[in-house]
């Protein structure tokens, strides 16, 4: 059964076009990531929740926001998607020790591949 | 340079044969992770390693913490192991900081 999911699979929207994406879990980890993963290139992280602690990436752009209403629910929103943010956007959660550390593994989602028209 | 390299790149090999792609990395790591990335985009989660060796069916994980260099070996390869295998490691909070990837590919 699928333990991190992600809805939809594919999403196509348009140029400008306000979209977004959700990711559920029945893991319930109090960590949750989200990346985006251009072709042929690693995942790079986007942002990631400690609980409720929103924790942004520097070099995250502003048009990418997220909220995380309860703990098995994660939105990725894109205000004004441009060609550049066609890519597949990854979830993935982790139980989250002390001091946020990274010897966890992480649970990803199966992606939604975003189009831009 | 990236602070996570992998090689090779990409990898043929035939079915039947014992592949090994190799992890270097330039952090002080808190784990290592190997990833497994098929077509369409999933990601499953294989080893998280933080010292020794580890197994799971025909697949083995080792790191040496002293020379900051893992190996993931596939013993007896198959053609539905071909998939994107992706070298991650756990560096300061949360994060997890990605080497490029190896594309293999078994060929029956």
Known sequence: ?117 | KNEVEQSPQNLTAQEGEFITINCSYSVGISALHWLQQHPGGGIVSLFMLSSGKKKHGRLIATINIQEKHSSLHITASHPRDSAVYICAVGTSGSRLTFGEGTQLTVNP
């Open chain 1, 1 to 117: 059964d699928a333990m991190v999911i992600q809805n939809p699979r594919y999403q196509v929207t348009q140029f400008g076009k306000p979209v977004t994406l959700s990711c559920s879990q029945t893991l319930n980890h109090n960590v949750m990531y989200w990346y985006q993963q251009k072709s042929s290139q690693a995942p790079k992280l986007l942002f990631h929740y400690y609980d409720k602690d929103f924790n942004n990436e520097a070099d995250t752009p502003d048009n990418f926001q997220s909220r995380r209403p309860n703990t098995s629910f994660c939105f990725l929103d894109i205000r004004s998607p441009g060609l550049g943010d066609a890519a597949m956007y990854l979830c993935a959660t982790s139980r989250g020790g002390q001091g946020h550390n990274s010897n966890q593994p992480q649970h990803f989602g199966d992606g939604t591949r975003l189009s831009i028209l």
